[in-house]
């Protein structure tokens, strides 16, 4: 197994993690919030397909899913089209409002074909490249990579945790 087999691996895992955390949901289970600070399931699905969908679409350099792909629209949500996420304030969370789980989904699954089209181009000597050098020590293409990954199998896990204590409260 060779570094870019282990990235569409651990993307895989991500994608699966998500899924199952919604599966089942209801659209109040989707929005509730443990108290007003607390990021919602819908929240944290959005949102890491949303920082995955941004950081691959600049690798590539194609534009997002989320507008290329008319899933902007289908969200119909009360913040710029080019929002992720990053610093959004309470209020900003809770205006992530998704009545159906398939929505979540299904942006999922469009981020994750094009994720993984995009590392079948990729060799693993690419993944060396210092794709920006405004940190020390560079972030190279594959630490960012990594990053997206990371927060996505978090925020996966944060939703898993949540849907968990939303069953458990009906």
């Given at each position: 197994?060779?570094?870019?087999?282990?990235?569409?691996?651990?993307?895989?895992r991500a994608r699966s993690d998500a899924t199952r955390a919604v599966d089942g949901l209801t659209?109040?289970?989707?929005?509730?919030r443990p108290d007003d600070g607390a990021n919602p399931i819908a929240w944290l699905v959005w949102?890491?397909?949303?920082?995955?969908?941004?950081?691959?679409?600049?690798?590539?350099?194609?534009?997002?899913?989320?507008?290329?792909?008319?899933?902007?629209?289908?969200?119909?949500?009360?913040?710029?089209?080019?929002?992720?996420?990053?610093?959004?304030?309470?209020?900003?969370?809770?205006?992530?409002?998704?009545?159906?789980?398939?929505?979540?989904?299904?942006?999922?699954?469009?981020?994750?074909?094009?994720?993984?089209?995009?590392?079948?181009?990729?060799?693993?000597?690419?993944?060396?490249?210092?794709?920006?050098?405004?940190?020390?020590?560079?972030?190279?293409?594959?630490?960012?990579?990594?990053?997206?990954?990371?927060?996505?199998?978090?925020?996966?896990?944060?939703?898993?945790?949540?849907?968990?204590?939303?069953?458990?409260?009906?």
């Amino acid at each position: 197994m060779d570094a870019i087999d282990v990235l569409v691996d651990a993307f895989g895992r991500a994608r699966s993690d998500a899924t199952r955390a919604v599966d089942g949901l209801t659209a109040a289970d989707l929005v509730w919030r443990p108290d007003d600070g607390a990021n919602p399931i819908a929240w944290l699905v959005w949102h890491l397909t949303r920082v995955q969908d941004d950081h691959v679409a600049d690798l590539a350099g194609t534009e997002q899913v989320y507008t290329a792909d008319g899933w902007a629209p289908r969200f119909d949500l009360p913040l710029d089209d080019a929002s992720i996420g990053y610093g959004h304030t309470s209020e900003q969370v809770a205006s992530v409002r998704v009545d159906d789980p398939g929505l979540l989904t299904g942006y999922l699954d469009a981020v994750h074909e094009r994720t993984i089209a995009y590392l079948r181009t990729l060799r693993s000597d690419d993944l060396d490249e210092v794709i920006d050098d405004r940190w020390d020590p560079p972030v190279t293409r594959g630490v960012r990579l990594v990053s997206v990954v990371d927060d996505d199998i978090q925020h996966a896990g944060q939703a898993a945790y949540l849907a968990g204590l939303a069953q458990r409260r009906r």
